[in-house]
């Protein structure tokens, strides 16, 4: 047993592993044991391993397993969706997962599949990551030839681009074929998913950590973790650190030791803000640092965990720069299918970017405001991407009014600074 | 030009191997550019008859997704991150230097069709910012110097 | 099941589970809103109908309504991200009004001043688009689109049309066709009504382009098939500007096909026949009547000439089928085209629905969805969910078999997408009846017969489009076995054969040349290119034994041509008349413009100038006493209702409100009035728009409950009970040759269909087909000239694998038959 179950037996180079030398480390022994019990019984294990899911929702993994329908009221295909996409900015964590440890991937989604009764796994993995899409692609051949499949398919499907395609109902639409617009929940994956059968949707990180609770238990698994919320996290800091990196820890370790692993704030070395989860997450601040990082603390604090992938600022780095290049981004990746988000987003994206550079005027700052007030409630969009969007958007502007002041007519008063 | 035989079996199979048309549309992409570098508005009625779809039916689908390049690229395509953490650690420098070196901005090719530069965030290279994604393998590059940057470009075909 | 919530401060009582915003609208509470539309539900893309349910900001449209549910549309905080939507809406907006020609009756305009964004605060610059021509009816103007998504769910969801899509993300988003080019579906046409801003326009309206209220709006039945919808057209300064739909729950709903909304321009045509219009002496004559005239029209002729020596313009056969299918009316429940939409299992035999009844097509492709509502439903999904109930539904299908002999444009739907040489149709209709009474027969008539008699509401649909009476019996035989579930709907091949039909038992143009050979005389001719409705070979022997030809029509055509006096009446969109469609309704229509003296109804050239519709309508139902509830088609005529209740308000160009008398129009109970209070009755009624909403996206005003009937009733009055009696008929053997198969357009099915020149450029060339073995067989290659019956075919041979071998596809072919085929010299 280790406290690093995720990580643990990755290679420094990130290679993978044969499927050999992959069995020499235990490999496959929790999804072997896994089969010999029944569906329900790891759905329970999992539960009592309070597993939140890792894509950025912390949504409990087995309450999502549970509503999928028993197979007999709905007999036909059904679906289990390994979600690699990961292109929320500041997040490379899942990479790294497929990359270096297919095999466990595999596992996780062996497992999972059977919990939900899918017929199919289907892993979608953002183009970007040919390794990862090389080495899962070869790892499942292996898997397959040794038999572990028995009857499953599974199979990887490299997507073609656009952020949205990671939101679950615009990715089971990509699998479709089709343009990647999110659809109404609900109904929910489960009771209507791709093909409008019964599918679930898990994240990579939470797919690989499932044969360690299996392996090991559910109590073992809580244990790894400061809080609440079981297990380890896969945690990465990015920005302005000196030594950037993904550290697996406990969950609810705090951002405090997090930088501090990452070799300590770089530029001043002085922490101005953070985002916790990736680009989607609120600015925290220095007042923040000790709280322990898992989904509810981070809610509380007023941010997400998200990706757990934290965006790091020192006090000569512009957060009004940085969100400029968030709203940018989201602006892009829009899907078009809602008004707010495809004609907000671009507006907002332009104020600050007239911010940075010094065109922006009143009127430009009160309609960001206006922007952020509007949209930052949830349901204001069709789906969660203005949302998140919003949220460093909505924190900038609640904790720099001064800078953000500062910016009007002038531009960016930290141009050239750090 | 028509499909090469090579391609229009390729399609007829994932086609077969899908079962439905339309699920098979993104995969048809992919594999035209596969072999193309990029799918070409003659390509698109050509593709969708080999599938059974309306050219409106593919394209609506080609045109939705960035990486679906519906103009020619160059040999080596950078996606160079202008993400966050990119941003924080030198991206624009990295981004002027390229632009001036190759005499092109975003989504241009320069003229002796060596390299395409496009902008993409995040490239999830964070831990490697600034970092870039670059050629057929889609390696990821960083943290990218002035320096690194010169052998990466050297190195492209 | 009923649940009780509070709207604005009012209780009301809805149906546990509907969406908020219908709750809202059917409530008489305008919640703004863009991407809902009454017959393509919710899809929440808009984010317009944001409403306060309890303390929370919800999309009304998404929402479903439940006990205790406390709403309120004008919350501020509401209210405010309203604004904001419309702020955003009208980011990339050009705000070109002034050009465009929704200006005045858009919805866009409605809901931007409804919301109250009169400042503009962005100042970067717009996105702008590429326009598409997209052919020849409508216009394309991008930078106008908001992105509601509705055009491409009507086309593509609703319509089935794969020709035009979404394309690019984010703000450059577009809609479209993959290049240039006219939009592919018969019922592209509502994409200028869809759209609630003015991406799509009528380009006919465009090109004569006048102000929505600048525009008298007359109510009229469309007279290009046998559904009838109801239309509004829009006249300025005497001419035709605009058709638009007109609702009616039981037939059109909110759409038209392309053919209604734009038939009526053969109004304008500039094939109009002109000249003098004066009756000679027609004592003695023989009268034709026509299937494309109205009711009063042929009655007026029938009483000239006298019953005796009225025959109908169309074959025999084509009036013994037309009298067999009304009297079938009789026997078994019609279907409305609601009633298609709603049915549960169908059953096609031989009829090129899209072609011959396009509006019956489109509800057709709907009903064939039930089987995916009704697993959603299982699911929990809300029917209401458009978008979801599509996933949800798995891509289920009703069972739904079209047994024709010709690949058919519902194919996509279809469960059994069956091919049968035309005589070979009702055979296999008689197998499916056969199964129904128990009998063993082939396995998919068996399949077929199962589905059926499943159903709680099965269908069974045939009717003239061969020409044959084999797939008509075959139907009502099937419809019996079914019993009174079962409904039967049987299309006639014009807007006025069952009027015709409904004139007492009438011989074709076969007996009339009989009785020409036995007491020469003169012809008169009603609204009518023979050559249209009947082999060339017999129309001639009616000009060779006619003693002079005597052609009423508003057209000039080859039968007009070959006239020796052509007299010049009014279009059918001119003059008031009314129509009987396929399932026995009665529906009264009205002239768009003042009827010219030298070109009046019909009717009235031939009852007498001194007679107003009234005075006709009372002679026709003391002659035909059955027909007497035509009368009440369209509320009651006299006494006259008060002008001020007239559907048509406009300024003229002269500025002049007419004050004092207005003109007024004898044939209808509408003024051309300045005053234009709603009409009370739905039959006049041609504007749902009130203060604040001006744009027909404001339709489900008027209707009782969304996508229900009109509120006051839908109009027409049930014609069945007044259908002939006609007795079962056989077809005879088809002969020897080749076997002659129509080939039907859904852009035009006769010489005033072509007339209209927004259609005539939309219509493809006649074709002649044939099988590429019968094609070798006798040694015609592609592109061949050929005589068909000694006449030049109307265009080169193609080879078309489609058709069945032994038959040739002929365009403008009325009814199968033997046809002589050789190559020409
Ligand atoms: C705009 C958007 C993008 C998303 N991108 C990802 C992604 O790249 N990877 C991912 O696992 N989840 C992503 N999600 C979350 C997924 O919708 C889904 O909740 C998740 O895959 C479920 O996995 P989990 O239950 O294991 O956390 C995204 C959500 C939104 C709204
Ligand atoms: S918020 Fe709306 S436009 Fe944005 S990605 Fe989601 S559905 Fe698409
Ligand atoms: S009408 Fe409700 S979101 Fe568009």
């Given at each position: 047993?280790?406290?690093l ?32 019990i ?31 329908p ?17 292109m ?63 009857a ?68 073992w ?16 800091v ?87 290049r ?15 988000c ?31 007030a ?5 349901g ?11 949220a ?13 002041d ?13 | ?41 003659d390509?698109?009625p ?12 593919l ?90 940057l ?8 | ?10 209780e ?18 305008d ?15 808009c ?7 309890g ?22 905080e ?6 904001q ?7 990339n ?47 394309h ?145 023989i ?57 549960d ?10 072609a011959?009844a ?15 509502r ?29 047994v ?46 199962q ?21 008509v ?131 009235r ?57 207005p ?52 109009p ?31 852009f ?48 080169p ?11 040739i ?17």
């Amino acid at each position: 047993m280790t406290d690093l179950p995720l990580t643990g037996r990755a290679r420094p180079d990130r290679t993978p592993h044969s499927l050999a030398e992959w069995r020499a480390l235990g490999g496959y022994d929790a999804v072997e044991r896994a089969f010999t019990i029944p569906p329900a019984q790891v759905l329970d294990a999992v539960d009592a391993a309070a597993l939140n899911g890792r894509g950025g929702a912390g949504f409990p993994a087995a309450r999502k397993w549970r509503f999928m329908p028993a197979p007999e009221t709905s007999p036909g295909p059904r679906y289990l969706i390994v979600n690699g996409d990961e292109m929320e900015p500041g997040a490379f964590k899942d990479r790294f997962l497929l990359e270096a440890l297919p095999h466990q991937v595999i596992e996780g989604a062996l497992i999972a599949a059977h919990a939900t009764h899918a017929t199919e796994i289907i892993v979608l993995i953002r183009d970007d990551y040919r390794a990862a899409i090389a080495g899962l692609t070869r790892a499942i051949a292996e898997a397959q030839a040794a038999g572990y499949l028995n009857a499953m398919t599974m199979r990887v499907h490299p997507s073609a681009g656009r952020y949205i395609v990671g939101e679950e109902t615009a990715l089971i639409a990509a699998l479709e074929g089709g343009r990647a617009m999110p659809r109404k929940r609900p109904p929910f994956p489960a009771q209507s998913g791709l093909w409008g059968r019964p599918t679930t949707v898990n994240n990579v990180e939470t797919i690989s950590l499932i044969p360690h609770i299996l392996a090991n238990g559910a109590q073992w698994f809580r244990a790894l973790s400061h809080t609440e919320e079981g297990g380890t996290k896969l945690y990465g800091v990015s920005g302005r650190v000196r030594a950037p990196g993904l550290f697996e820890a406990a969950m609810g370790t705090t951002a405090r030791e997090l930088i501090d692993r990452a070799g300590g704030v770089s530029g001043s070395g002085r922490l101005l803000c953070f985002q916790p989860g990736g680009g989607a997450s609120a600015f925290l601040g220095p007042e923040h640092l000790d709280v322990p990082m898992d989904f509810g603390h981070m809610a509380k604090a007023g941010a997400m965990l998200g990706t757990g992938t934290l965006i790091v600022l020192d006090d000569t780095a512009c957060p009004v720069e940085v969100t400029a290049r968030h709203m940018a981004f989201y602006a892009r990746e829009s899907c078009g299918w809602c008004v707010p988000c495809r004609e907000g987003l671009p507006w907002a994206a332009r104020i600050l970017r007239a911010l940075e550079d010094g065109s922006a005027q009143p009127e430009d700052l009160a309609a960001l405001r206006d922007i952020a007030a509007e949209a930052s409630p949830r349901g204001r969009s069709f789906c969660d991407l203005m949302g998140g969007a919003m949220a460093p958007l909505a924190s900038l502007l609640a904790r720099f009014p001064d800078l953000i002041d500062a910016h009007l007519h002038r531009g960016c008063p930290l141009k050239g600074a750090g | 030009m028509t499909l090469p035989p090579v391609l229009q079996a390729q399609l007829r199979d994932l086609v077969a191997h899908e079962g439905n048309p339309r699920a098979a549309m993104l995969e048809s992409l992919r594999l035209v550019q596969a072999a193309e570098g990029w799918v070409s508005d003659d390509r698109i009625p050509q593709i969708a008859a080999e599938l059974g779809v309306t050219p409106a039916e593919l394209d609506a689908t080609a045109s939705f997704y960035s990486l679906i390049f519906r103009r020619p690229v160059g040999r080596t395509v950078i996606l160079l991150c202008d993400g966050a953490s990119c941003g924080l650690n030198g991206a624009d420098a990295i981004r002027d230097a390229l632009m001036s070196r190759l005499g092109i901005g975003y989504g241009q090719t320069t003229p002796d069709g060596r390299f395409t530069l496009i902008n993409s965030a995040c490239v999830g290279g964070c831990d490697r910012a600034p970092a870039a994604v670059i050629g057929p393998d889609r390696t990821l590059v960083g943290p990218l110097t002035a320096d690194t940057l010169n052998a990466v470009l050297e190195e492209a075909p | 099941m009923s649940v009780k919530l509070t709207l604005n401060g009012r209780e009301i009582t809805v149906e546990d589970g509907r969406d908020l915003l219908s709750v809202a609208l059917e409530a008489g509470v305008d919640v703004p809103h863009f991407c809902w539309h009454g017959a393509l539900g919710s899809v929440g893309a808009c984010r317009k109908c944001a409403v306060k349910v309890g303390d929370k900001v919800e999309m009304a449209c998404m929402t479903p309504a439940s006990e205790g549910m406390v709403v309120e549309t004008e919350d501020p905080e509401a209210a405010r991200f309203r604004a904001q939507v419309t702020e955003w809406l009208m980011l990339n907006h050009p705000h070109d009004c002034a050009v465009c020609e929704e200006g005045g009756a858009c919805h866009l305009q409605d809901m931007v001043v409804a919301t109250g964004h009169h400042k503009r605060r962005a100042t970067g610059p717009k996105r702008t688009h590429r326009n598409q021509d997209l052919g020849p009816l409508l216009t394309h103007e991008m930078n106008r689109c908001i992105g509601c998504w509705r055009c491409l769910r009507f086309y593509r969801d609703h319509a089935g049309g794969r020709d035009f899509d979404a394309f690019g993300a984010h703000d450059r988003l577009w809609f479209g066709r993959h290049e240039d080019g006219p939009l592919d579906s018969p019922f592209a046409g509502n994409l200028a009504e869809v759209c609630p801003t003015g991406v799509f326009a009528d380009k006919a309206w465009s090109k004569v382009y006048a102000r929505p209220w600048d525009m008298t709006a007359t109510p009229a039945i469309c007279t290009h098939c046998s559904v009838g919808c109801n239309l509004t057209l829009n006249e300025r300064s005497g001419t035709l500007r605009r058709v638009q739909n007109r609702y009616h729950g039981a037939i059109n709903g909110f759409f038209l096909c392309d053919r209604g909304r734009w038939g009526p321009w053969s109004a304008d045509a500039p094939t109009r026949l002109t000249g003098p219009s004066t009756l000679p002496d027609l004592t003695g004559a023989i009268g034709l009547g026509s299937p494309r005239a109205s009711l009063e029209s042929n009655w007026a002729l029938r009483r000239r000439v006298g019953a005796d020596h009225f025959f109908a313009g169309i074959t025999d056969s084509e009036a013994a089928l037309t009298a067999r299918m009304a009297s079938l009316l009789k026997a078994h429940p019609t279907a409305s085209i609601a009633d298609i939409a709603a049915a549960d299992a169908i059953l096609v035999l031989g009829e090129d629905l899209t072609a011959t009844a396009p509006r019956a097509a489109l509800a057709l492709r709907q009903a064939a969805r039930g089987a995916e509502r009704d697993l959603a439903c299982q699911k929990g999904v809300a029917l209401w969910l458009d978008q979801a109930v599509r996933v949800a539904g798995e891509g289920r299908r009703s069972p739904i078999a079209l047994v024709t002999p010709l690949p058919h444009a519902l194919d996509d739907v279809a469960t059994w997408p069956l091919r049968r040489p035309p005589h070979a149709i009702a055979a296999f209709a008689r197998l499916i009846a056969a199964a129904l009474r128990g009998a063993a027969t082939d396995p998919e008539a068996a399949a077929i017969a199962q589905a059926l008699a499943a159903a709680k509401a099965p269908l069974i649909v045939s009717g003239a489009s061969l020409g044959l009476a084999g797939p008509v019996e075959a139907a009502a035989e099937i419809a019996t076995a079914l019993g009174p579930k079962a409904r039967l709907a049987l299309f006639p091949p014009e807007a006025g054969s069952f009027g015709l039909s409904l004139l007492g038992p009438v011989g074709g143009l076969e007996a009339a040349v009989a009785r020409l050979d036995r007491s020469p005389g003169a012809v008169i001719v009603l609204e009518n290119d023979l050559f249209h409705r009947a082999d060339p070979a017999l129309v001639e022997q009616v000009f060779e034994k006619a003693t002079s030809v005597i052609v009423l029509d508003h057209l000039a055509t080859e039968t007009t041509a070959a006239a020796t006096l052509a007299i010049p009446v009014a279009a059918p969109a001119e003059a008031a008349g009314t129509w009987i469609n396929h399932e026995g309704r009665a529906q009264r229509s009205f002239g768009f413009r003042p009827p010219r003296p030298e070109a009046p109804a019909a009717w009235r050239l031939l009852a007498g100038e001194e007679t107003d519709l009234d005075a006709l309508l009372t002679c026709l139902t003391g002659d035909l006493p059955a027909l007497a509830p035509i009368a009440l088609a369209a509320g009651p005529a006299t006494p006259r209702a008060h002008p001020r209740q007239s559907g048509r308000t406009a300024q003229d160009r002269a500025g002049r409100v007419p004050e004092g008398q207005p003109r007024t129009d004898p044939d209808s109970p509408l003024n051309w009035s300045m005053e234009g209070a709603r009409a009370a009755d739905p039959a006049l009624a041609t504007w749902t728009d009130r203060p604040g909403l001006h744009s027909v996206s404001a339709a489900y005003a008027a209707q009782q409950w969304i996508g229900g009937p009109l509120k006051g009733g839908d109009p027409g009055v049930s014609l069945r009970e007044a259908a002939p009696d006609a007795g079962p008929m056989t077809d005879p053997a088809p002969g020897d040759g080749l076997i002659g198969l129509p080939l039907h357009s859904p852009f035009a099915a006769h010489e005033a269909d072509t007339a209209s020149p927004p259609l005539a450029a939309r219509t493809p060339g006649p074709r002649v087909a044939l099988h590429p073995d019968d094609a070798a067989r006798l040694g015609l290659a592609e592109g061949a000239r050929l005589l068909i019956d000694g006449r030049p075919a109307p265009a080169p041979l193609t080879l078309d694998a489609a058709i069945s071998p032994g038959h040739i596809g002929l365009t403008g072919l009325r009814a199968v038959r033997a046809v002589k085929v050789k190559a020409a010299p």
